[in-house]
Every structure is written in structure tokens, then in C-alpha cells.
């Protein structure tokens, strides 16, 4: 079963929805890091979001640092989403056999559009390639872990790649 892009997108909504609900019950600091064609890309605590919604099933996203901000800043954010099927809640390595139709499916989203089902500047899925994504640690609602990606633009198809990916998250779910 393939994960779509609206599911995705859903997904995503219903998670920002309830941010600042689950922000109430944080009792860590969140991170994820990476490397998106050479350039620094950073989330902060406010802008990511990891939730299991559905037993077995990892979903993990972040925003731009200070995305999350009130006011927003002016400036377009990027969203990086990731979802794998198959998780029991114990470190475990996903290799390039598990991505698309085989159970993880990971979206970038370049330059969010301002406005409601707006346009963004691009939007890249995870293709065959070179992608990982380890969780290293689990630690009752706590996760850390690593990951490289190589994304192709949906409509140039040019390929982004993203390396030294590393993240600690929580479940903020009540």
C-alpha cells in the first residue's frame, strides 16, 4: 500500500492541528538536522511533530526552524515528512528496499505556499536510491535516530539529496 501525497498532506494538518496541545506534555527538547543539497537545514522544538497515530506506523515531520513562530515569519518554510510502516517501537535500520511501495515514504517540501492549498516552490518524494532512516534509540516516547534521503522533484525531476539527517523527537500525544 502506497502512502499518497493527500494522505500525507492530511496527515500533516491533523498533526499541526494539535501542536500546541501537544506541547503541554513535553519533557524534552526536539532536534532534527540534516544537510539538503549542501545547505543547513535545521527544525527546532515547536517545528517538529512525531506521533505514532496508527499502531505500528511512524510518522515524523518538521518545519523550517522559527516556522512555527507567532507571528510566522515572512519568509516560505520547508517541510520534511516521513512515514514508515512496520514500526514496534524498537531501534530498527529501513534501507532503500523499504522506501515507496514497501513501506516508508518520505516528502520535501520546498518553500510552503502562505495560502491554503497553495503552491510550494517544489515538492520531492523519496525515488530508488540511496535512503536510510535508523532509529538508534527508543526510549518510552523518546526517539533519535539518522537518516539520508534521495528525493526527486515531482515535476523537473531533478534529484535533491539529503545527508547527516539526525533527530531526537518525542510523541507528544496525551
Do not use: W
Not at 522559527?66 to 516521513?82: E, F, Q, V
Amino acid at each position: 500500500m502506497k502512502l499518497s501525497h493527500s494522505v500525507l498532506a492530511a496527515a500533516s494538518l491533523a498533526v499541526f492541528s494539535l501542536t500546541p496541545a501537544l506541547l503541554a506534555h513535553a519533557k524534552i527538547t526536539q532536534q532534527l538536522s540534516a544537510k539538503i543539497d549542501g545547505k543547513v537545514f535545521e527544525s527546532d522544538d515547536d517545528g517538529i511533530t512525531y506521533l505514532i497515530p496508527t499502531k505500528g506506523v511512524l510518522n515524523l515531520i518538521a518545519v523550517t526552524k522559527g516556522a512555527s513562530a507567532y507571528p510566522p515569519p515572512k519568509t516560505l518554510s520547508d517541510r520534511l515528512g516521513i512515514i514508515c510502516r512496520n514500526f514496534d517501537g524498537k531501534p530498527v535500520k529501513y534501507q532503500a528496499k523499504d522506501f515507496g511501495n514497501n513501506g516508508c515514504e518520505v516528502k520535501f517540501t520546498k518553500g510552503q505556499s502562505k495560502q491554503p492549498f497553495g503552491e510550494p516552490v517544489a515538492e520531492y518524494d523519496a525515488r530508488d536510491g540511496k535512503n536510510m532512516l535508523e532509529i538508534t534509540s527508543v526510549s518510552g516516547k523518546v526517539i533519535e535516530g539518522k537518516f539520508s534521503f534521495e528525493l526527486r522533484d515531482k515535476k523537473t525531476k531533478a534529484i535533491l539529496s539529503i545527508t547527516e539527517g539526525t533527530f531526537k523527537a518525542e510523541d507528544r500525544q496525551i
